[in-house]
């Protein structure tokens, strides 16, 4: 690709399904059918190794640009750290801004720095979008290597489809074990249902028992909801229950997604249709009334809601304080296991201008004060072992989240494989489009389900073609 221009297809082949990946909500389903994949896709090849030209050894200037979330990287942060690294400057590009994103690469004047969610990693290596950081994660003394918690090896890999060894491309920043349940005690008590004990973790099976006995209606309002969990990330949640019975969403070159011809997998979606159809959860005929899910819990209006550790934080409100409990995450199929789904973290871009000074701040925002800050805040575990006592502990029901933490990180569960052709929002959007088609009757189930393979394998034909060229 020239640096000096770039063509509307250079464009599409640097973002590609990525851009869709880059913003949390957005929504745009594809349509008609995939045409099968004639050559072996580049992606599954290991990427080139990219390291710094010198690790820093003496004093680093320059200028850093930061694809961040403005929120979590701040003006006030900034100018803390310009502060104390005088002649290493950050410039923001704000992460709700995607395609600038990607015009700046495709430009070949990238920003240095970039926010990232674990299911976009493997596109972006497939891409060669990214830096191998080991050389800097070697030589540093504050971001060591043993001291890195297993979710990070998310940013490790031997190549896009072998996530989790190898080269480390960068970091989380915080995550979560995200398949642990909130209990409103209150709506159990209501429906005259006992708590779930914490100490014997749930099937899905029982949860959908649960749902159905706390749920609450008067007429076609809903009173409570039953179950809350997060719609966007479908695909994930289906992939971890899948990888219990050691089975794939995918084919084993990633070239197809398979629902209709795996029963586990078609089971899999009739336990969500169901959740819809019975208005046990929210669903794109009845919205959430709170904006999302999350909202509904600490409103008060839902009776269990599937988030990780981070929702602690936050799910004590004044309609929901001392009656919150948090459960183990459940099992599909009696194998336990607790993944972080997001691991939202910070790589550096393969062509970073800067690099050196951006290992700066990349060292400075993963593990000083930023780190230190965020861990003691609630908001995730901290991505370093060595962080993990400014958890806090001070109410019984810090204590109680930390318990169960604790026992869900000992599962040792390894990351999920992403899909290197797809960004993170295809599945979803083609679920939710058929998914509401089906709940209207517009649609029988298996048609619901044929029509998002179709979708899917197109969007993966795109992608694998993207990458190839």
Known sequence: MSKKSFSRRDMLKVSGPLIAGAVLASCAPRATEAPEATAAPAATEAPPAVGPTSLPSKKVEGNVVAFHDVKELTEEL???????????????VDREEPARLFAMIAAGTPPDLIRIQAPSIPGYLARGLIRDLTPYFEASTVLKMDDLLPANDYYKAESALEIGTGKIYGMCKDFSPDFTIFVFKKAFDDAGVPVPDPAKPLTYTEVLDLARKVSKKEGDRILMWGYGYEADWIDRIWMNSLAEVGQNLYSADYRKIVIAGNDETKGLAQYYFDLAKDNLSVNPLNPSPNGWAGGDFTAGLLGMMQYGFWFSAMAETDATKGQVVMLPGPSWSGQRRDPTMTATGMVMEAEARNPDAAWVVFEWFNGGQPALERAASGWGVPALKSMMNLIPQETDFQKQCLQVLQAELDLQTPPLQFNPFLGETEVMNSWKTHLEQALRGDITFDE??????????????EGISRISG
């Open 78 to 92: 900034r100018a803390q750290f310009e502060s104390d690294h005088p002649g290493i400057t950050i410039e923001f």
């Open 448 to 461: 619901m389900i044929s029509n998002v393979e179709t979708e899917v394998n197109l969007a993966i034909s």
